[in-house]
């Protein structure tokens, strides 16, 4: 009699495991088609010598919840801090490199007076390395903290 009870409880296990299972994947794939692209502001010089921005988004692969790029080519990373209010008038990018703000806020001026609005957690991809360039300022007065990661493929795109 013992082991009859056994059983009952056994198929109910696996079928829960199963239909646990099956509401896990079909939430991974609402989720995967519900969330939003990762995106990158691309600084780069046209031909006319202006610098302009585009954004490109980033190719993830995976399953499920988690997704991951292809591994990013870097030599190093700076911590940069700008105060409230400062303005880097017209300049180009140093080298071919990433920009994430870490905290507060700032904002690009390119080509035609186009301002791209810099938060924390937005990336950019800075490749105007001649021409113009571009202004960037602290906007407001909180500080403006930035990481830089200086790609290791310097060549010009």
Same mark, same amino acid.
């Given at each position: 009699?013992?082991?009859?009870?056994?059983?009952?409880?056994?198929?109910?296990?696996?079928?829960?495991?199963?239909?646990?299972?099956?509401?896990?994947?079909?939430?991974?794939?609402?989720?995967?088609?519900?969330?939003?692209?990762?995106?990158?502001?691309?600084?780069?010089? &046209? @031909?006319?010598?202006?610098?302009? !921005? $585009? +954004?490109?988004?980033? /190719?993830?692969?995976?399953?499920?919840?988690?997704?991951?790029?292809?591994?990013?080519?870097?030599?190093?990373?700076?911590?940069?801090?700008?105060?409230?209010?400062?303005?880097?008038?017209?300049?180009?990018?140093?080298?071919?490199?990433?920009?994430?703000?870490?905290?507060?806020?700032?904002?690009?001026?390119?080509?035609?007076?186009?301002?791209?609005?810099? &938060? @924390?957690?937005?990336?950019?991809? !800075? $490749? +105007?390395?001649?021409? /113009?360039?571009?202004?960037?300022?602290?906007?407001?007065?909180?500080?403006?903290?930035?990481?830089?990661?200086?790609?290791?493929?310097?060549?010009?795109?």
């Amino acid at each position: 009699m013992r082991s009859n009870a056994r059983w009952p409880i056994a198929v109910g296990l696996v079928v829960s495991i199963i239909l646990v299972s099956r509401a896990r994947t079909d939430h991974d794939v609402v989720v995967a088609q519900t969330r939003k692209p990762v995106v990158i502001t691309r600084l780069y010089t &046209g @031909p006319d010598g202006l610098t302009h !921005a $585009e +954004d490109i988004e980033v /190719k993830l692969t995976g399953s499920g919840t988690t997704e991951v790029s292809e591994m990013l080519k870097v030599t190093g990373a700076e911590i940069h801090r700008a105060p409230g209010g400062r303005v880097n008038d017209w300049h180009t990018a140093p080298r071919r490199q990433y920009v994430i703000t870490l905290s507060g806020r700032g904002e690009i001026e390119v080509a035609g007076g186009k301002k791209i609005s810099l &938060g @924390p957690g937005h990336m950019e991809l !800075a $490749e +105007d390395l001649t021409g /113009k360039g571009h202004i960037t300022r602290v906007v407001g007065n909180e500080e403006r903290v930035t990481i830089q990661l200086p790609l290791a493929d310097q060549s010009r795109r």
